[in-house]
């Protein structure tokens, strides 16, 4: 497991802190103070996904929280716009979450400071009418403070999600 964070980390590192000015020292850690209940915190919020619960996803979320990447683009969701957007989802969906994998890391002195909690995994979201499914691998960077979390940005590809619906992709001519 050991092998796998450091792994992870540096992967992390080349992607988030792409300049490190002579000026400014920054640096990231995989082990610090409150990594365990960050994680904790994360992982609680997808398992409440998996049951549908988005009452205990909002609850993981600080009431400023903004959440972005849901429905593409640069989209961004306040705390009741991620409660309507999740109570829409789970009502036409059954979440159910695999492969995951959470990584707590921590930020200092970087325009990304904080602590941050990186979620991978798989999402396979089964239509309650159809039975149809859609697989979405899935990444997520949240940032935890005081035990909620304020910003989480969701990574996934759009373009599964719309083939998997019946949008065709034609190349220009």
Request: hydrophobic share 40%.
């Amino acid at each position: 497991m050991r092998t796998l964070k450091m792994n992870l980390l540096l992967a992390l590192t080349l992607l988030l802190i792409p300049s490190i000015s002579k000026a400014q020292e920054s640096t990231v850690t995989i082990e610090f103070d409150n990594a365990e209940t960050a994680s904790e915190v994360v992982q609680n919020y997808i398992a409440a996904l998996q049951k549908g619960d988005v009452a205990t996803m909002n609850m993981h979320l600080a009431d400023h929280a903004m959440i972005y990447g849901l429905g593409g683009g640069l989209d961004s969701l306040n705390v009741a716009q991620h409660k309507e957007y999740f109570k829409n989802s789970t009502d036409s969906f059954k979440h159910t979450i695999t492969q995951d994998l959470y990584l707590p890391v921590k930020v200092t002195n970087n325009w990304n400071e904080g602590e941050w909690v990186l979620a991978w995994g798989t999402n396979t979201l089964t239509n309650k009418e159809t039975a149809e499914t859609i697989v979405i691998p899935y990444h997520t960077a949240n940032l935890v403070e005081n035990g909620k979390i304020v910003m989480s940005r969701y990574f996934y590809d759009m373009m599964n999600v719309m083939m998997a619906q019946g949008y065709k992709i034609t190349a220009p001519e």
